[in-house]
T-cell receptor, first 114, second 112 residues
């Protein structure tokens, strides 16, 4: 049973399109994240939600809009896609109790904008 | 603000060689320190952690010791295998906060 699952795994689309990536965690964690990883493997935090409330919003274009319908789900919608949005996007959740501050990552969504 | 600096890669080693990947950090408080590993086509996964000074984290033959005096958390393994080829990330987290700060990652290639 996958702990943090995100769909789709691959996304190929044209410039200007709108797309969404979905993420679900079955670990019972309160806090979830979206990260962007570029081609050099640099990992940049984008957003974080704690119990459906936005708590981290880094400098990200407002074409990116996260939505958390409940604490087990954090989706990412991207409007008017640009070439520079091509990257791997990772969803993660944050451990609690004995696993405090450990990040649990999904397998990633590779977005290619043509 | 808090930051993590790790050695640039790629690092290329022969099987059974000794591995060190250097990591230093800057933090105002007393962070927890982590090493994560990313295998090709996968997400990051925790390799080991240490939560206070002089703690040693260990897993799968990898070790790292939390050194407050040198603000370092270097990753070591005595004998690497081809299957250790991956990208390794050093990271820190303020126990009271929600953000984890990652280093830039170090790619390791191990040749047979």
């Amino acid at each position: 049973d996958t702990a943090v699952s995100q769909t789709p795994k691959y996304l190929v689309t044209q410039m200007g399109n709108d797309k969404s990536i979905k993420c679900e965690q079955n670990l019972g964690h309160d806090t979830m994240y979206w990260y962007k990883q570029d081609s050099k493997k640099f990992l940049k935090i984008m957003f974080s939600y704690n119990n459906k409330e936005l708590i981290i919003n880094e400098t990200v274009p407002n074409r990116f809009s996260p939505k958390s319908p409940d604490k087990a789900h954090l989706n990412l919608h991207i409007n008017s896609l640009e070439l520079g949005d091509s990257a791997v996007y990772f969803c993660a959740s944050r451990g609690q109790g004995g696993s405090k501050n450990i990040q649990y990552f999904g397998a990633g969504t590779r977005l290619s904008v043509l | 603000g808090d930051s993590v600096t790790q050695m640039e890669g790629p690092v290329t080693l022969s099987e059974e060689a000794f591995l060190t990947i250097n990591c230093t950090y800057t933090a105002t408080g007393y962070p927890s320190l982590f090493w994560y590993v990313q295998y090709p086509g996968e997400g990051l996964q925790l390799l080991l952690k240490a939560t206070k000074a002089d703690d040693k984290g260990s897993n799968k033959g990898f070790e790292a010791t939390y050194r407050k005096e040198t603000t370092s958390f270097h990753l070591e393994k005595g004998s690497v295998q081809v299957s250790d080829s991956a990208v390794y990330f050093c990271a820190l987290s303020d126990p009271g906060g929600f953000k984890t700060i990652f280093g830039a990652g170090t790619r390791l290639f191990v040749k047979a």
